[in-house]
């Protein structure tokens, strides 16, 4: 075929793979399992996991009558996280079997590293890099694992803290590996060496590869109105906390009303009655999928009364179902909108 780089020159060394061997990446991000302190984010703080699922080809390319890393050549795996997540760990599997990582950032002496990772391959560029290359022995492992299942791939699980939520309220992630260095020269690139256990490559690698599918988090913003009970007036003053239904059915016990289930600090009510708790996980979509809203619900709860008014102790449930800012949703103060909820009181000794 023509050789894609030299298009006036001939390309002999032609790598063909069965149809049944397609490279491909799948991606799912955990942002929703409560109780799990890597994949649980509900709010700005909270961690959730990246896991990337990409195949291994398994074929003697190199004629030698046995399979090994070499047929592969070279391996890797990449994640441009957005602005608004910060790497926290990276760790591979296959076939279900951890490899031993290594930081290629830190200082060595390094051993036994089936791969190198770098939670911020080009701290240039916004949001962190992450980036694995296998080495020699790590090819061989992988290879290896599909060898004895044809099943096997390689799991990268990236956790990252949500650090901060953008307007529209989505947290978008898309990753990408290199499946071999016949890929590689397939493509127009140079072939690379792969690392050994003890040296980790100088720089991180820079050529894109295929493409995952895209996955996405969703976060919104939840808007009370405190209002006198009597008049309609609303009331400045009073003080609300937020806290997670971790039964997840709806009743906001007291029992879930402790600190461990509290998000954030007490909010005040402004001068219009109104006060605003932003970037909550939505209710009906986390892990990249719609879900029930009884599953991922909230606790509003009053702390303190405006002056002269009856605390409303009875925690409120409510959920979050549209994504972005409250200034970016059509609200009116004393109206009941799709992401407010009205809030009564009555006055002290029935105002007498």
């Given at each position: 075929?023509t050789?894609?780089?030299?298009?006036?020159s001939?390309?002999?060394?032609?790598?063909?793979?069965?149809?049944?061997?397609?490279?491909?990446?799948?991606?799912?991000?955990?942002?929703?399992n409560?109780?799990?302190?890597?994949?649980?984010?509900?709010?700005?703080?909270?961690?959730?996991?990246?896991?990337?699922?990409?195949?291994?080809?398994?074929?003697?390319?190199?004629?030698?009558?046995?399979?090994?890393?070499?047929?592969?050549?070279?391996?890797?795996?990449?994640?441009?996280?957005?602005?608004?997540?910060?790497?926290?760990?990276?760790?591979?599997?296959?076939?279900?079997?951890?490899?031993?990582?290594?930081?290629?950032?830190?200082?060595?002496?390094?051993?036994?590293?089936?791969?190198?990772?770098?939670?911020?391959?080009?701290?240039?560029?916004?949001?962190?890099?992450?980036?694995?290359v296998?080495t020699?022995?790590?090819?061989?492992?992988?290879?290896?694992?599909?060898?004895?299942?044809?099943?096997?791939?390689?799991?990268?699980?990236?956790?990252?803290?949500?650090?901060?939520?953008?307007?529209?309220?989505?947290?978008?992630?898309?990753?990408?590996?290199?499946?071999?260095?016949?890929?590689?020269?397939g493509?127009?690139?140079?072939?690379?060496t792969p690392?050994?256990?003890?040296?980790?490559?100088?720089?991180?690698?820079?050529?894109?590869?295929?493409?995952?599918?895209?996955?996405?988090?969703?976060?919104?913003?939840?808007?009370?109105?405190?209002?006198?009970?009597?008049?309609?007036?609303?009331?400045?003053?009073?003080?609300?906390?937020?806290?997670r239904?971790?039964?997840?059915?709806?009743?906001?016990?007291?029992?879930e009303?402790i600190?461990?289930?509290?998000?954030?600090?007490?909010?005040?009510?402004?001068?219009?009655?109104?006060?605003?708790?932003?970037?909550?996980?939505?209710?009906?979509?986390?892990?990249?999928?719609?879900h029930?809203?009884?599953?991922?619900?909230?606790c509003?709860?009053?702390?303190?009364?405006?002056?002269?008014?009856?605390?409303?102790?009875?925690?409120?449930?409510?959920?979050?179902?549209?994504?972005?800012?409250?200034?970016?949703?059509?609200?009116?103060?004393?109206?009941?909108?799709?992401?407010?909820?009205?809030?009564?009181?009555?006055?002290?000794?029935?105002?007498?």
């Open positions: 075929m050789d894609p780089v030299n298009l006036t001939w390309m002999y060394d032609v790598y063909v793979y069965p149809k049944n061997q397609a490279d491909s990446i799948t991606k799912s991000v955990l942002d929703g409560v109780g799990t302190a890597n994949q649980d984010a509900y709010t700005v703080g909270q961690n959730l996991t990246y896991k990337l699922d990409s195949t291994i080809q398994a074929t003697d390319t190199n004629g030698s009558g046995t399979i090994t890393g070499a047929d592969l050549g070279y391996y890797y795996v990449g994640d441009n996280l957005s602005t608004y997540v910060s790497a926290q760990s990276v760790t591979v599997s296959v076939g279900g079997t951890a490899l031993a990582g290594c930081d290629a950032a830190a200082v060595g002496p390094f051993s036994g590293c089936d791969y190198f990772y770098w939670l911020d391959g080009d701290a240039v560029t916004a949001g962190d890099q992450v980036k694995i296998m020699d022995q790590g090819l061989d492992a992988i290879v290896a694992a599909k060898v004895a299942s044809s099943s096997a791939v390689v799991t990268t699980e990236i956790v990252a803290k949500v650090t901060s939520v953008p307007g529209d309220g989505l947290i978008p992630n898309t990753g990408e590996f290199i499946p071999s260095n016949g890929w590689l020269t493509h127009g690139f140079p072939p690379v690392p050994t256990t003890t040296t980790p490559p100088t720089t991180p690698p820079t050529t894109p590869g295929i493409p995952s599918n895209p996955v996405v988090s969703k976060y919104g913003d939840m808007q009370f109105v405190k209002y006198d009970a009597k008049t309609s007036a609303p009331l400045v003053g009073a003080e609300f906390t937020v806290y239904d971790a039964n997840f059915d709806g009743t906001c016990s007291a029992a009303i600190t461990a289930n509290q998000i954030g600090t007490p909010v005040t009510t402004a001068a219009d009655g109104t006060v605003i708790f932003t970037d909550l996980q939505l209710s009906n979509f986390y892990n990249n999928a719609a029930p809203l009884a599953l991922h619900g909230y509003l709860v009053e702390t303190k009364a405006p002056v002269g008014y009856n605390l409303n102790a009875q925690p409120i449930p409510f959920t979050v179902t549209l994504a972005g800012d409250v200034t970016n949703l059509a609200y009116t103060v004393g109206t009941a909108d799709a992401q407010e909820v009205q809030v009564a009181n009555e006055p002290s000794n029935l105002g007498n």
